[in-house]
């Protein structure tokens, strides 16, 4: 008897341990779990980084910078005033490094780093160089466009022109950020002597000079370059193209939704349209992740499931990416590409109007190392924040 109650007595106390043992432990794991997200940038003001793929950080890693709005943007084109801020990787030492006259909630001012100490960014229909050391603006003449390409390439960095309306011939440029000497890489114009998809209908084809290219990329080796191509309104008219560096090559394929250089000889986005210009056949491959060459063949399908706003860290092993456009809630997701593991939920969110009706996009980055991701989501009903998730 004694034997008996002696035995409940300690599998009660045992059991009692665990419990407790594990509500300790839950209630340690939750904030750890909180506190792998860290908010860039201050309350009571939208912040924005840039594009998608592009990092808010500098080169060596040690500062990061961000747009603060001063009038809040309503998701129109209608620009709204801001700032220019940067601080430490440790969140320390935020400071104003300029003024910005107009950004939008889309994509900010399109900020990208040429190195340590210089920004380009795009401000209100023109192209600036600024050294955020100082605030000083670089640029010796004004240049204006209507966008910057997403990533530097040796000190230089792309930008386009979609009308020809005195500023210059629309196409494709390449600013040298050194000599401070811009050049045309591709007219427009030259993209009508390519051979274009032949699921085009008639109407896809506007006249040429509503033809434009935008979002624009250097090749990792700086070789060819990879552009949007709106030859219309519709969503068959929005095509890839690719051309070597000095403008030659020119090759228009199917685009993706959202994409980027995976290597020298291949891009990844989400499967948007097949050759024939539909959808897949199979629904689970609709926008999921394929990496297709330059000719448009498909090499890999099936890289993570369905997606939008995108990113790939440097090494290639980890994508993150959002859910669909007018999702709720909006979950991005961080995968580990070519393994089976479960895929890790950054952040879940109500888009409050912020991420989908004003247009502040998730936009993932990884930061220069990998080990982080940067990305956008709500404050509350009104304002955008800036954050960046700790990958263990």
Known sequence: ?????????????????????????FCYILPLAAQRIYQVGEEGRSTIFSFYNTSPECPNGSTIAYVRCINEPSGEE?????????????LKQHRKVT????????????????????????????????NTDTGKDLLKREIKADGLGH????????YNIYKNDGRGEPGIYELDCNTLQSRLILAVTACAKAKLPGYLQDGDAEPLSNWRALHTQYSPDGKKIAFRLDIGSSERSKLLGICNIDGTGIRV?????????????????????????????VPEHRFSLTKWDLNGHILQEMMTPRGNHLAMSPNKTQFVSETFYKTNPVIIKLYTIGKSETPVTIASFDPLGVT????????????????????????????????????E
Request: include cysteine.
């Open 151 to 158: 990533n530097p390439f040796q000190n230089k960095i792309l």
């Open 1 to 25: 008897m004694y034997n008996r109650d002696k035995k409940k007595r300690s599998g009660s106390t045992a059991a009692r341990t665990i419990i407790i043992v594990m509500a300790m432990l």
């Open 356 to 391: 989908w009706d004003r247009r502040f996009h998730a936009n993932p980055a990884f930061s220069r190392d990998g080990k982080r991701v940067y990305f956008s989501k709500p404050l509350d009903e009104k304002f955008n924040g800036t954050f960046y998730f700790e990958i």
């Open 99 to 130: 003024d910005i006259a107009g950004t939008l909630a889309h994509n900010g001012v399109e900020a990208q780093w040429i190195d340590n100490n210089r920004i380009a960014f795009f401000d209100s229909g023109r192209v600036r160089l600024v």
């Open 78 to 90: 209608i620009l709204a005033a801001a700032e220019l801020w940067v601080c430490s990787r440790d």
């Open 253 to 281: 394929i199917p685009k993706p939704l959202h994409f980027f250089w995976y290597d020298n000889e291949s891009i990844v986005g989400h499967f948007q349209n097949g050759p024939d210009g539909k959808r897949h056949p």
